[in-house]
C-alpha cells in the first residue's frame, strides 16, 4: 500500500512540475511539486533519507520562488524596446539643422525634427514619432 501511495505521489509531483512549464505560477507550482515529492520520499524509504532531501528542497524551492518573483518583476516593468521605449528618453543631439537634426538612441542613429530651431549638444526629449522621424522638444523648454 505505501508503494502505491508514494508512487502516486512521484506522478503527482512529476505532473505538477510539468505544469509549471506551461502554466506561469512565479514558483508555486514548484513548491507544490517539491512538497510532493518529499511526500513520496518519505513514504518509499526510510526516515533517515529526509535529512538529505528537505534541506535540498527547501532551497530549490526558495530558488523557483525568487525566479517566479523577478519573472513577475521583469515581466511588470514598462517596455524598453520600440517607440514606447524611445517616449520620454532624454539624450543629446548630436547634429543639428534648423529644425531637424540626428541622436543617436537605443544603439540606432535617428532623425529628429521639431518646433523650435536645435543646437548640436543640447539636451533634447523625444516626445513622439512621425513617420521614421522622432519628434523631440529641448529639455530646459517649459512644456
Known sequence: MEERLGTILLVLAGAVFLAEIFIPSAGVLTVIALALLVAAV???????????????????????????????????????????????????????NGRRGRIFAAGAWWSVKSEHALRAGEAVRVK???GLELVVDQVNQEA
Open 42 to 96: 518519505a513514504v518509499l524509504f526510510d526516515s533517515a533519507v529526509l535529512w538529505l532531501v528537505v534541506p535540498g528542497a527547501v532551497v530549490v524551492a526558495a530558488l523557483a520562488l525568487l525566479g517566479g518573483r523577478l519573472a513577475l518583476r521583469a515581466r511588470r516593468q514598462a517596455p524598453i524596446t520600440g517607440v514606447d521605449g524611445l517616449l520620454g528618453l532624454t539624450t543629446e543631439l548630436r547634429e543639428a
Open 128 to 130: 513622439g514619432i512621425d
